[in-house]
């Protein structure tokens, strides 16, 4: 998500345009480029030694080329496949690839892709958050297509923008057999109403229906798709994980919702966590912690030194300690999430 500056710009550019007009920049400020993980500050298939992956190609409805790749460790067992879809905002599924070692050392494939102009995938705008939505069933039919993997158990996971998407989409897929949704929300306008909320009270409000009537000019009516309304439709097992302290997507929009409509489903495992954070929900907290730490001494040494590429790169190697850094995965919060889900 973008940060509360962009909701006082909102109200600034408001009082001298139309709603209509402020919706339409608001699309473009977020969405309106292709994003770029910056790889120095994430991962590289070269943290993870045993992680071998193979290349792959698929297309969106938009007919974009999009890229992901099937990971899996070198003593992996076939446990199963997952397709996991990445947040929004800070490039592809590279961000993720201490996540997805962790599930492959468990024995487990995994299809991991970059969205709609997101790092190796084709697109000039990601259009807004329906479009991970349509993203994510083409991926999922996708790999559901692949005779190597036809008769290995399909699962779903996500992260944030990524966790709505595969939410939203699972009761599309009969062949689901579970889902791991880390901070998702339950439809593409909600996040809008609830950061909206937080930073510009209740005039916020004021620009939903603006919102919603965007949306379905870019998508159509497959914009009102919602989690619960997917789960459902569908017979897998589902583990929701939210912290508190979410303070990007609002644990209100997420697990609370959820818990609310399924909490007597058995099929539904709810883990409500404490001062975990948003980009860090699957980390342990000494993890997060050391996460934190390291985002902002960054941050603040490039606000003051105002390094050149190679000045950054050089201060990420000498400042991170990547065996550390690599594996920062809450493991058993992990177990707990597939043991429910398996």
Not at 41 to 67: C, Q, V
Request: with cysteine; hydrophobic share 35%; proline share 2%.
């Amino acid at each position: 998500m973008d940060k509360k500056k962009i909701f006082n710009t909102i109200l600034d550019v408001a009082k001298t345009v139309t709603p209509a007009i402020v919706t339409e920049q608001i699309y473009d400020k977020m969405f309106g480029h292709h994003f770029f993980s910056y790889r120095p500050l994430y991962f590289s298939l070269e943290d993870y030694p045993d992680l071998i992956r193979e290349r792959h190609h698929f297309y969106s409805y938009s007919k974009n080329r999009l890229t992901g790749y099937i990971y899996q460790c070198k003593t992996s067992t076939k446990k199963g496949i997952f397709v996991f879809a990445h947040g929004y905002g800070g490039g592809g599924h590279h961000c993720y690839l201490d996540l997805i070692h962790s599930l492959c050392i468990r024995g487990y494939y995994v299809f991991a892709y970059d969205a709609t102009a997101n790092d190796e995938s084709e697109g000039h705008t990601i259009k807004g958050f329906t479009q991970g939505l349509l993203d994510a069933d083409k991926a999922i039919s996708y790999v559901e297509s692949l005779k190597d993997y036809e008769n290995l158990p399909l699962y779903l996971c996500g992260h944030s923008w990524g966790a709505y998407s595969m939410s939203a989409v699972i009761g599309w897929h009969i062949r689901v057999q579970g889902l791991i949704a880390f901070s998702g929300f339950n439809q593409s306008t909600s996040i809008f109403k609830a950061r909206g909320e937080m930073y510009a009270g209740e005039k916020a409000n004021d620009f939903m229906a603006y919102v919603e009537t965007y949306e379905n000019l870019l998508f159509g009516d497959i914009y009102k798709s919602t989690a619960i309304n997917a789960f459902h439709n569908t017979k897998a097992k589902i583990c929701i994980v939210h912290s508190e302290d979410d303070e990007t997507v609002p644990i209100s929009i997420g697990l609370d919702l959820y818990k609310k409509e399924f909490k007597n489903d058995k099929r539904f495992k709810f883990i409500r966590l404490l001062n975990r954070g948003h980009g860090t929900v699957y980390y342990t907290l000494p993890g997060k912690r050391y996460h934190e730490k390291i985002a902002h001494q960054y941050n603040q040494f490039v606000k003051k030194e105002k390094p050149d590429e190679e000045g950054r790169i050089k201060y990420l190697k000498e400042h991170i300690d990547r065996e550390r850094y690599n594996h920062l995965i809450d493991e058993e919060l992990l177990d707990r999430c597939l043991k429910h889900i398996k």
